[in-house]
C-alpha cells in the first residue's frame, strides 16, 4: 500500500508527535509499504529511511499549513492509499480537494480551544477513520458528536530484562512549561530527600531551577536532548514521573503522556496524577491523590514503590501498547470509527 503521513513535526524534533511519525513510518517501510511523509518545511529534517519526504511551506505557515500542504503535495495525496493526518491543521485543506483521510488526536491539538473552530469541526466530521492516543481525547471528540478509535501507543519494548532500579533516582522528561508540572516534581524531590533528573527545555526552565536551589531539591537539569538518548537518562531510574496540570479553564490538559508507556517499555514504572490522559499512560503505576500536597504524594511514592513495579510495567506495556499494535490498528479500522 500506499501510505502519507502529514504532520507538524517531524524527526528530529522532539515531541509526541514526531516519535509517533517515525516509529510509524518505519514500522510501515519495514512491512513493505510506500510511505510518503508531508512535513512543516526545515532544514534540520532529514528523510526516514525508506520514506519520500515532501517540505512544506508558506507565509503564516501556523494559520494556513493545511492549505499549504494541500497545494504542495495534492498529487502526491491522490496516489496514495491511505492518507492519515498526524495532526489535524495539517486536513484543512483536503476536503475541498476530496482526498479521503484519516486524522489523528494527539494532546493540545484537541485540549486546547482550536484557533479556527469552524476549520476544526469540518476536518474531523470530514475523516473517514478518526482515531484519538488515549480515551481521555477520545471523549473530548465525543462531546462534539465525533466517535474516534484508541490507538495503542507506538512505542519500542525492549527484549532485555530491566535494569536493576535506583529508588532514589526520580525522571522527569517534559517541555518545561507552566502546565507540564515541573515545579510539582521538584517539590515532589525535596519532600522525598530523592535524586531527580530533568530532561527538556522551555520557558518556564528558570523558575524550576529557583525553586530546586531554594528548596535545596538535589535535582540535576540537562536541557533539551535529542529523542535517542532519554532512554539512556531513564534506564535503572526508580520512576518516571508525570505531574501536569490544566490552565485554569480546564484547557490545554496532557492528552495521554507518551514518555510514561515509552519508560514502561523499558521496565521504569509511572507515578502520575489524574489530569487529562495521564491515569491511561500510568497504567499499573502510582496516581497520586493530591499533587500540590508533596509530603503526601513523598509519602505514598515511597510506601507503593518496590523492586518489582518496572517488571509489572514492562509487561503492561508488551500486553498493550508496541508500534506494531499502532500500526495493525491505523489499518484495519474501519470507516467511520
Wanted: proline residues 9%; hydrophobic residues 45%; positive net charge.
Amino acid at each position: 500500500m500506499r501510505w502519507a503521513l502529514l504532520t507538524d513535526d517531524h524527526p528530529p524534533t522532539a515531541g509526541g508527535v514526531s516519535a509517533f511519525v517515525d516509529r510509524v513510518a518505519r514500522e510501515l517501510v519495514g512491512r513493505g509499504h510506500q510511505v510518503t511523509i508531508v512535513a512543516r518545511h526545515a532544514r534540520d529534517r532529514a528523510p526516514i529511511p525508506g520514506t519520500r519526504l515532501l517540505r512544506v511551506w508558506g507565509p503564516r505557515f501556523s494559520r494556513h499549513g493545511g492549505r499549504w500542504a494541500a497545494l504542495r503535495a495534492g498529487t502526491a495525496l491522490r496516489g496514495a492509499d491511505r492518507v492519515v493526518a498526524v495532526t489535524w491543521p495539517l486536513a484543512v485543506g483536503l476536503p475541498a480537494l476530496g482526498i479521503p483521510y484519516d486524522v489523528v488526536a494527539h494532546g493540545s491539538d484537541v485540549t486546547c480551544p482550536p484557533r479556527d473552530p469552524a476549520a476544526f469541526d469540518r476536518v474531523w466530521a470530514g475523516a473517514r477513520r478518526r482515531f484519538a492516543l488515549s480515551g481521555f481525547l477520545a471523549g473530548q471528540l465525543a462531546e462534539r458528536g465525533l466517535r474516534a478509535v484508541v490507538l495503542p501507543a507506538p512505542v519500542p519494548i525492549p527484549v532485555t530484562a530491566p535494569a536493576a532500579p535506583d529508588p532514589d533516582r526520580w525522571v522527569l522528561v517534559a517541555r518545561a512549561t507552566p502546565l507540564k508540572g515541573g515545579d510539582r516534581f521538584v517539590r515532589w524531590v525535596a519532600a522525598a530527600g530523592a535524586r531527580g533528573v530533568v530532561v527538556g527545555d522551555g520557558p518556564a526552565l528558570a523558575s524550576w531551577r529557583d525553586l530546586a536551589r531554594a528548596l535545596g531539591a538535589d535535582v540535576t537539569f540537562l536541557g533539551e536532548r535529542p529523542s535517542a538518548e532519554i532512554p539512556a537518562v531513564w534506564a535503572g531510574a526508580g520512576l518516571l514521573v508525570l505531574a501536569p496540570r490544566a490552565a485554569p479553564d480546564g484547557s490545554g490538559a496532557e492528552g495521554l503522556g507518551l514518555v510514561a508507556i515509552e519508560a514502561a517499555g523499558a521496565g521504569v514504572p509511572a507515578v502520575g496524577c489524574r489530569t487529562g490522559g495521564v491515569p491511561e499512560a500510568v497504567g499499573p503505576g502510582l496516581v497520586v491523590d493530591d499533587p500540590d500536597d508533596a509530603a503526601r504524594c513523598a509519602a505514598q511514592i515511597r510506601a507503593w514503590w518496590t523492586p518489582d513495579r518496572g517488571a509489572a510495567a514492562q509487561a503492561w506495556c508488551r500486553a498493550h501498547h508496541g508500534v506494531g499494535r499502532t500500526v495493525d490498528a491505523l489499518a484495519g479500522a474501519r470507516a467511520g470509527g
